[in-house]
């Protein structure tokens, strides 16, 4: 028996990285595709595993999955608590945002937050395709970084095409393991091929983004620079939804209001009618910004609705 590092999952096969630093690929056990899970999969990219020889001796298979350090998690709508393990054991994370060209909406970056500050792992919001930006794009952009800059998560900017801010992004990788993430066509792979350019990952070959539905990059997979940083690249996702989460827990996931949690009057505040309301006040205060407490309450409703609707069944 060996262990290995998953670099990519394709659902049916994986290709590991051993700790003879060989490439293998192999599958899973049957028992651990068995397992009872809610997760739809067993093994995701970053996952320690110990692998151990098929009965025939050649082929290896998955035996088992470590205990992960932390790990990223999106729930699907449509199924009652089917998850989908994106990545494990992650550092940080890259959150590409663009303004244009797909437009990113700060919903969407609350709701990949929340993802993350279960078991705090930093964020990096990289906005990125800056060169199509007009004043008032740029103004957009200014504005948008500054609602999360004020709350203490990095930003910077960049452009994959231009070159701008590549340098930047590079020294906030180094000796680490890192997620990318963000809608399709926002230049995730463009990114890693602008640090890494032996990397050569296929991108959208339209100069603009123009089809919604175009995913280029398909599986997420792991891949090992020359000074030995890792970096995960990711297919784009439309949504993100967290429907693991009680109503009640959403502001937990709110950094700026978990902090004040504490001091509501109510220890199960909802922050939306209760009186002494620390997040409330907080707000009229502007010390929360309109956006991100508006964007709660809408997290909230969604997730209390979806609660609702299953509760029916
Ligand atoms: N103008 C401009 N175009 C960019 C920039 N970065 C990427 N692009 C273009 O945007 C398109 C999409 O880039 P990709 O790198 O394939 O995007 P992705 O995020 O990997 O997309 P998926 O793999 O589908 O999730 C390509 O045509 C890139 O050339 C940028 O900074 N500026
Ligand atoms: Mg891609
Ligand atoms: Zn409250």
Request: with cysteine; aromatic share 8%; charged share 25%.
């Amino acid at each position: 028996m060996i262990k290995g590092l998953v670099l990519k999952s394709t659902g049916s096969w994986y290709e590991i990285l051993t700790e003879n630093n060989e490439r293998i690929n192999a599958r899973l056990k049957g028992v651990l595709r068995l397992e009872d899970t809610k997760d739809t999969n067993p093994v995701a990219v970053g996952d320690k595993v110990i692998l151990q020889k098929e009965d025939d001796g050649q082929d290896w298979m998955i035996a088992a999955v470590e205990e992960r350090e932390n790990y990223i998690i999106r729930s699907s709508p449509k199924h009652k608590g089917a998850r989908q393990v994106i990545a494990a054991n992650i550092d940080q994370c890259l959150l590409i945002a663009t303004i244009d060209a797909p437009r990113t909406s700060t919903g969407f970056i609350d709701r990949f937050l929340m993802a993350t500050e279960g078991f705090r792992i930093p964020v990096i919001i990289v906005f990125n395709k800056q060169d199509l930006l007009d004043q008032k794009g740029l103004k957009k952009q200014e504005f948008t970084a500054n609602l999360y800059s004020s709350i203490g998560y990095k930003t910077i900017f960049t452009s994959a095409t231009e070159k701008q801010g590549i340098t930047e992004l590079e020294a906030l990788l180094k000796d680490k393991t890192t997620l990318i993430f963000g809608h399709s066509g926002v230049g995730k792979s463009s990114l890693m091929n602008a640090i890494d350019s032996n990397l050569q990952l296929k991108t959208n070959t339209l100069s603009r983004f123009s089809n919604r539905g175009m995913h280029t990059t398909t599986f997420a997979e792991m891949y090992l620079l020359e000074n030995g940083d890792r970096i995960i690249d990711t297919p784009g996702v439309r949504e993100f939804g967290h429907y693991n989460i009680s109503p009640e827990e959403v502001s937990h996931y709110f950094v700026e209001m978990r902090e004040r949690l504490n001091a509501c009057k109510f220890n199960n505040c909802t922050h939306s009618y209760e009186p002494d309301c620390a997040v409330k006040a907080a707000w009229m205060n502007h010390e929360i910004s309109d956006e991100r407490y508006k964007s709660y309450l809408n997290i909230y409703e969604e997730i209390k609705a979806h609660y609702k609707h299953w509760e029916q069944k």
